[in-house]
C-alpha cells in the first residue's frame, strides 16, 4: 500500500492499492481485511456490476478508471444519501460542465461518463452495518469501435478520445474524487448544491423498478435525497431508488 497523492484526509484513502486488472474492485474491497478508507483503483474490471444487478461490460485497458472505497464508521440511515454525495464528489472533480442524473448518475452534456454503486455488508444478528463500499466507474475516453448498440447516445467519455485523454494522472483524479468524497460525507447531509447540479427535477421522466417502467413528472429532491414526482394519475409519490430516464 501506498500513500494517494495530493489527498487532504488522514484516513480517507490513506492506504490505496493500484491494480492492472481485477474482476470488480468492490468485491475485492468486500472480501479483504483492509483499513478504513482504504481505496483500490483499476485500470481494468473484467466482472464489475451497476445497480440492481446490473453487468458492468469490461472495458480495454486504460478506457476507464474503476475506483472504489471502503467506509467502516457509516449507519444504515446514511445509506441514503452515501449514493448522491458519492455522484455530487465525483462531478465536483470533473468541473462545472459535469451535472448529476438521480440518484448519482454523472453527466457531461447528455452522455452518462460515471456510475456509481454502493454496497453494504451488515451483520444479520445486529442489524448492523459492518462497512459500505463505494464504486465508481469512470469513462476516461469512448474506445475507437465505439460502445456496444445498447450504450450508443447514452455513454460518453471526459475525453472524446485517447489522444485527447493524453497523459491523464488517473492516481491524481482518484485522489481528487476521494477528497471531495470526504468533504462531502463530514457531514452527511445533502447539498443545496446537490440539487443545483441535478437535472431531473421538473422534467417528464420514466421510472424503471425492476420490470415495471411507468412516466411521471418530478417535482422536487427531499432533503433525505429521495425523488417526490407526480404520478400519471395525478396522485404524488416519493422514490427511494430506482433508473431513471428524461424524456426530451
Known sequence: ?????VLHTKWCGKHWIHLDEVASTNDYLKQGDFADGTAVIADRQTAGKGRQGKSWSEAPVGQAMYLSVLFHSMKISDMGLLPLLCGLAT??????AARIKWPNDVLLG??????????????????????AVVGIGLNIFEAAD??????????????ENREAAGELDRSRLAAEIVNALLEETR?????QEYIEHNLVPGREICISDGDKIRRAKALEICPDGR?????????????????VSIII
Open 1 to 5: 500500500m501506498e500513500e494517494m497523492p
Open 91 to 96: 462531478a465536483r472533480s470533473l468541473g462545472a
Open 110 to 131: 447528455e452522455k452518462k461518463v460515471c456510475g456509481i454503486l454502493t454496497e453494504a455488508v451488515t451483520d444479520f444478528e445486529s442489524g448492523n452495518i459492518e462497512f
Open 146 to 159: 465505439g460502445y456496444p448498440d445498447s450504450l450508443k447516445g447514452i455513454a460518453g467519455g471526459i475525453y
Open 187 to 191: 457531514e452527511l447531509r445533502l447539498p
Open 227 to 243: 425523488l417526490k414526482v407526480e404520478e400519471a394519475d395525478g396522485s404524488l409519490s416519493v422514490l427511494s431508488y430506482g433508473e
